[in-house]
């Protein structure tokens, strides 16, 4: 059986992994400390055999007797809420967190996928966003923390496969949503429909005329896997290209909720990037990925959940 690590398990992304990959007939190794992750997303593997909780803090050294096929690493503070308010414990998951993990990988001649962001792009000057496009990141502002733990966490990751000839896998992230993802996670889909649901106004920032691109979280699961799968050790964008303004993102989670709400505006926060679509012409040349989960789909999933787990 192949044995597999997922860190940050217990948050948004890592806790579906880990139902696809036990699905898959792998046992998994969660780890998590639970500095943004949610017991509730994993309390459903806890009797499952081939699911085992390590709870840990992974910018400490993990050992493991048991010989590691595949080691994911998903632990990060994600949301600006988190990484604003965790600024040093975001860059040492994303420095110290990461260099553990890679050598786990090394002793245990592992294959080790981390998760990257579409961060690493900053408020980009290139449109759509091409793996080879190096970014516009403001390194000393309040958001470099995460884009450049990120890009840190890219960097050392090359370095491993270069020097040490680990096998490594990186994925660049766009904006994901779906079920789990923290009521109160600040990002702008779990806001703008907790805000719809409460009949709260929706709060937009700026004139919300900024893009974003969303993409369902069984489409980025399917695509982490096939990376996984696949022999590229170079950064891949896994996300979904449609790309539409907030204003317009808060019309529709206004009208698909029926909620009374206003829209309201704020003022834009410091570095927040313009644009954002993923080039996903590498992911669907070289893995024969696209996304497939439409955006009324995927938001009608992710507003009945969020239905369901409102206090």
């Known amino acids: 059986m ?3 690590i997922i860190t940050g398990v217990a948050g948004f992304i890592g806790s579906h992994l880990a139902d696809f990959f036990i699905n898959k007939g792998f046992f998994i190794y969660g780890v998590d400390n639970f500095l943004t992750g949610n017991i509730n997303n994993i309390k459903h593997l806890f009797n499952n055999k081939n699911f085992e909780f390590i709870e840990h803090d992974i910018t400490k050294p ?4 048991d010989k590691i096929h595949y080691i994911l690493h998903f632990a990060s503070p994600a949301s600006p809420i988190d990484y604003l308010k965790l600024p040093i414990q975001t860059l040492k998951v994303g420095a110290l967190g990461t260099y553990n993990c890679l050598g786990m990988a090394l002793s245990h001649k592992a294959r080790i ?3 990257s962001t579409s961060e690493v792009y900053g408020d980009p000057l290139v449109h759509p966003q091409k793996e080879e496009y190096w970014g516009n990141v403001n390194p000393i502002g309040p958001r470099g923390v995460y884009d450049e733990a990120k890009r840190y966490a890219e960097a050392i990751t090359m370095a491993y496969h270069r020097y040490h000839k680990v096998d490594t896998r990186i994925v660049r992230i766009f904006n994901t949503y779906g079920e789990r993802m923290r009521l109160n996670d ?20 700026g004139k919300g005329n900024q893009t974003r691109s969303f993409c369902y979280v069984s489409d980025l699961v399917n695509g982490i896997d096939k990376l996984l799968n696949s022999k590229i050790c170079t950064p891949v964008n896994i996300g979904n290209p449609r790309e539409m303004s907030i204003l317009d993102f808060a019309k529709k989670i206004k009208e698909m909720t029926k909620s009374k709400s206003r829209i309201v505006f704020k003022p834009l926060p410091v570095d927040d990037p313009k644009v954002r679509q993923p080039d996903i012409s590498k992911a669907k040349k070289l893995l024969k990925w696209k996304p497939v989960i439409s955006l009324d789909e995927g938001l009608k999933r992710t ?3 969020f239905k369901n787990n409102l206090v």
């Open 113 to 115: 996928l981390i998760a």
């Open 2 to 4: 192949n044995r597999m």
């Open 303 to 305: 507003i009945e959940w």
């Open 62 to 65: 993990l050992i493991i007797k």
């Open 186 to 205: 600040g990002r702008v889909v779990p806001n703008f429909i907790y805000q719809a649901l409460k009949n709260k106004p929706i709060t937009v920032y």
